[in-house]
């Protein structure tokens, strides 16, 4: 609507109760703040058609003075307190009392927060060359500046070590060249689309990137953990990422206590999944993958390649296919394979662009379970689907398609302990990577 | 006593930066075109047409004309040819 309003004609959305504060937010950060519109207490979707109808008619009076009244929402822009005090009996009571501000402002993952003091900042500026105000990228979904400083203070209250500032500052560069406006509309979604970081090159040894049992909480993963979170604290208060402003996940995930990890590099048969795209075994990169859930993939037993790839196609074989024109979010994946995998994969030969054709060609499974239901005479149906139309809930169940456009929309990365249990995520939009050498 | 000083995490935004306003509003919807931009989710074209006829029903040689891409986001082409051929548009989202 904003884009209407750009051309210079009045515009007005009809939006959902739950997403009142999401329209806000949406419409400060397309610069249009005093944009009206009106508010149905349901979401249209599920919603039966004769509901759609009378919410509809209980705003006509409003939608239409939306239409006929000038704007008088106040468009002045808040000020921003750039220091805030704290006083406490003592230095732990006046933590506690940040604490209890920040989480009730919602800037925190509501976990403790280590205090950005001006000393503690400055300590992680120094870890980039980049001076303080430089802005690396207007950062998605709400785009903020994203300047040096704003990194650092967000890291900071992550508990982040100037030596991981080029990993972070990279991370939130990356994320801004990700497909759709950095998947913009995947992170504002009510799916729980979730961003999760891989790094390749030497800094991932440099600062202790854990890249075998990666992935959840502990001792072994502090450097995986203190990163990802500083990355999730920028994403949230840089780019706006709130919960029910713009991340409206219906749901959610624990996947957006976002990790960062190493690639099992050591133990690859292959090369980096950096080098694959372009950088040098010794540039540091790092990658961003969007997750849309996650599948422990277990192979019991198998020791060719041929049956640990088919243990693989056979188990990625779950989530969804759209019937939509475009690629949205989960229509890829995303494999951490581990070293008892990959090791005998590549070691009968297979290369990953092998690995990957292989999987694709036999990751095969039944059009109706994979549309799961979808009601066909839904707009978003696109035409090349319409003869589903005409076909038998039965037909439709029996028919075997592909799970994925090509294998082009697998990504494999080398990471975990012993064992052949592989992690497979749905994914997309497709991934970006960026090197991180030049924010050190 | 303690007083401990930080600093503000959240960023500025680029989109408050340079703010545009919304455009003036015809004083009535009498004689007006009214485009509906319907972005293919369930129900949402049936919160357009009746919004639609109740336009027509309360204003008189009200236009109305139906835009959808048939998926969401609506496609740039759909949402622009809505703004040049309407007066004002009307819109139903949030999924």
Known sequence: MIEIEKMGKPAVPIVSGRFEDDALASSRAFGMPDLQFVIVPRIYRNLADNLCVTQTEEVMDELISCLTANSTNDTTPED?????????EDRFDAILKMNSDY?????????????????????LISGTSLPSDHVVCDMPPGFGLATVEKIAINSALAGAKPEHMPIIIAAVKCLSEMGDHGGKSLLMSTSPHAPILVVNGPIAKEVGLNPRSALGPGRDNEINIIIGRAFYLCLKNIGMWYPNKMDMDTIGTTRKFVHCLGENEDMSPWPSYAEDRGFKASESAISIFVTDGELDVQDQGNTSAEGLLKTLAYGITFGNTTLGGSRAGGHER???????????????????????EFIHK????????????????????????????????EEILSTEVPLLHSPDDIDIVVVGADRAKTLVFPSGPSSATIGIDQYR | MHLLEVSNPVA??????NILR???????????????????????????????????????????????????????????QAGEECDVVIGATAD
């Open chain 2, 12 to 17: 500025q935004q680029r989109g408050m930066m």
């Open chain 1, 103 to 123: 989480t009730r402002r919602d800037w925190s993952d509501a976990l403790p927060v280590f205090p950005p003091t001006e000393s503690a900042v400055a300590d």
């Open chain 1, 362 to 393: 036999h990751a095969n499974n039944s059009l109706g379970k994979m549309i799961q239901y979808m009601p066909l005479g839904d707009a978003r149906v696109h035409e090349n689907w319409h003869y589903l139309r005409n076909q038998t809930e």
């Open chain 1, 80 to 88: 921003q307190e750039s220091t805030l005090r704290y006083e406490g």
């Open chain 1, 334 to 356: 995303l494999i951490f394979m581990p070293p008892d995998v990959a090791g005998p994969v590549g070691g009968e030969g297979f290369s990953k662009k092998d690995a990957r």
């Open chain 2, 22 to 80: 919304t455009n003036p509003r015809p004083k009535s919807l009498d004689g007006l075109t009214i485009g509906l931009v319907w972005s293919g989710t369930h129900g949402g074209d049936l919160a357009l047409n009746r919004a639609g006829e109740i336009i027509q029903e309360r204003f008189s040689d009200v236009s109305i004309n139906f835009y959808t891409g048939g998926n969401y986001p609506t496609p740039p082409p759909i949402v622009k």
